[in-house]
């Protein structure tokens, strides 16, 4: 059961901002490829990063528009069908969205979680992906697609744990 806050409800620390932000950065990322061992990789399941250690404390319809126009971008910059990644992107958070509140706070609980989403995601886009431009996606491309965000993971995690508790330093300091 999803919960629907109204504006006149408090978003602590400006929850859906800080969401936005990492997606932003690492949807512009993701559209990043590299030559590694004569295979041409890319980022794409970078911005699930995002969605996945999305804040716990957030406005939850601007949440939903700003994922959705995002995976729409992400759509528009990887030059694929319309839609795929908002799908996928709105999918992952509402289904992975409602364990929120019991989100694991360290790495080892939180990959273990990662990993599912992103097997999720994969089955999700190569599905999508096949029905949408009617020929199968290459597996081994979305494979190492997967890795990379398999080992961007544990940067991405320990930069935003780096990252709260210096705003939670911050505000300590202002109190």
Do not use: C
């Not at 806050?5 to 859906?16: D, H, I």
């Not at 030559?35 to 804040?55: C, E």
């Not at 528009?76 to 706070?105: D, E, M, N, T």
């Not at 990959?111 to 431009?133: D, E, M, N, S």
Request: charged share 15%; no cysteine; hydrophobic share 60%.
């Amino acid at each position: 059961m999803m919960v629907m806050r109204s504006s006149g409800q408090s978003v602590s620390k400006g929850g859906t901002w800080k969401g936005v932000l990492l997606l932003l950065i690492l949807t512009v990322l993701s559209v990043l490829s590299m030559d590694i061992l004569g295979r041409k990789v890319s980022f794409i399941f970078l911005p699930l990063t995002a969605i996945f250690l999305w804040p716990r404390m957030e406005n939850t319809v601007a949440s939903i528009v700003s994922i959705l126009l995002f995976g729409l971008l992400l759509d528009i910059l990887s030059a694929g069908p319309l839609g795929v990644w908002s799908l996928i992107f709105l999918s992952v958070f509402l289904i992975f969205g409602q364990h929120r509140r019991l989100k694991p706070q360290t790495f080892f609980p939180a990959f273990r979680l990662w990993l599912v989403v992103l097997v999720f995601a994969l089955v999700a886009a190569y599905l999508l992906g096949w029905f949408a431009i009617g020929r199968r996606p290459d597996i081994p491309s979305l494979l190492y697609q997967a890795a990379a965000a398999i080992v961007a993971f544990p940067f991405i995690f320990g930069l935003r744990q780096f990252a709260r508790s210096l705003l939670s330093d911050a505000e300590k300091g202002r109190a």
